[in-house]
């Protein structure tokens, strides 16, 4: 079923990624699509389908995603100039890959957080 992502190939090395960190808990890789100079991604190693679903039992795994965005930046030479976070859920968040992740941008002043209606 949907156990099986696109995102869960990559952790388990079944396709290829640009991957660029891995421990127990998560695993980070380049963005296919990157929408700025830095573009990663940083996913669970399980599938977790969205930020919804989210329960008590995945506190460290949440924990873990955000302490490794935070130390790619720093890597990716983005902690000074300051980088966005950021987890799309579902139909209005623009999810389209139904397997957890956030996203690590930065290199470049990324401007208004949406864009602006009207
Ligand atoms: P979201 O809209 O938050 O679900 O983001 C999904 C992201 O996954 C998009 O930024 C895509 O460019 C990215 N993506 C899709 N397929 C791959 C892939 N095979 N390797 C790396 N990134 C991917």
Known sequence: MSQDTLFLKIVRKEIPA?????DDLVTAFRDI?????THILVVP???I???????????QVLGRMLRVASQLAQKDGLAED?????????????????HLHLHLLG????????ARRG
């Open 107 to 114: 290199g470049r002043p990324l401007g208004p957080m949406l």
């Open 33 to 37: 699509n990157p929408q700025a100079p």
């Open 45 to 47: 190693n399980h599938v």
């Open 49 to 59: 389908p969205t930020l919804a679903d989210v329960t008590e039992n995945d506190e």
């Open 18 to 22: 640009d991957l660029v960190y891995q």
């Open 82 to 98: 300051g980088y966005r976070v950021m987890i799309n859920c579902r139909d209005h968040g623009g999810q389209e890959v139904y």
